[in-house]
């Protein structure tokens, strides 16, 4: 089977990363499931935000955390990417978006932050609000074991950009390597999710080891480089 294709931060090239337009332009790609970050706010909400800081990725400064989700939606998530002005994406909204469109949420949780596991609790909370298939990701070893404490449900991946440990933890669903430790490892890749695979060779790489999902900042060419690999493979 050909590998998953997942929207890294939306489709992150052509649009703003973590913007409303790059999700919807992913799904319009053909995306099969949409990757996010998430962070909380000061007054617990989630927003979809990579930085610790809000300095990169909009026109204001200031740490996610310590700021509320008024004082955010003063800021334009937009223009710095030269395109349109975009508000900070909640997370509900992104779920919300992903629910219409039948589409699988990769929801990365960032750590160490100042609230600890009050991230996950918040996450747990938005997934009784909707009704939607969600993976939950993270670095952290601890955040993974204590989101699938809370809900066991739902599948985990340990993402690891270092080491690619031999076994996975039992309340990890799945290997998330960085497309760098598939390229130095033969033997692996069978059912991982490998971020953040954009090159025509690691797509390659990815569909050869038998990756089931694929992170890409671009959704539309990742697809046609899996259905140009799955045509080859199949021969006249």
């Not at 939950?136 to 985990?156: D, G, I, N, Q, Y």
């Not at 038998?210 to 900042?217: C, E």
């Amino acid at each position: 089977m050909s590998p998953e294709v997942v929207a890294h931060r939306g489709a992150s090239t052509a649009e703003p990363e973590h913007t409303l337009a790059a999700y919807q332009r992913a799904i319009a790609e053909g995306a099969d499931g949409l990757e996010c970050d998430v962070r909380l706010t000061r007054d617990g909400h989630l927003v979809c935000v990579h930085d610790r800081t809000i300095d990169r990725t909009s026109d204001g400064r200031g740490v996610v955390s310590g700021m509320t989700l008024d004082q955010l939606k003063k800021h334009d998530f937009g223009r710095w990417h030269g395109d349109e002005p975009a508000d900070v994406l909640e997370l509900d909204t992104l779920l919300s978006l992903a629910a219409d469109h039948d589409r699988r949420v990769f929801v990365e949780t960032k750590h160490p932050v100042r609230y600890g596991d009050r991230v996950e609790k918040a996450l747990s909370a938005a997934l009784a609000r909707h009704r939607l298939d969600v993976v939950m990701m993270s670095f952290s070893l601890t955040a993974v074991r204590r989101f699938k404490t809370l809900r066991p449900e739902v599948p985990t991946v340990l993402l690891f950009d270092r080491l690619w440990p031999e076994r996975l933890p039992g309340w990890a669903d799945f290997a998330g390597p960085g497309v760098h430790l598939l390229r130095r490892h033969p033997d692996r890749g069978r059912g991982a999710y490998c971020w953040t695979v954009d090159e025509p060779a690691d797509v390659a790489l990815c569909a050869e080891r038998g990756v089931r999902f694929v992170a890409t900042n671009n959704p539309a060419d990742t697809r046609s480089l899996l259905a140009d690999n799955l045509t080859r493979d199949q021969g006249p």
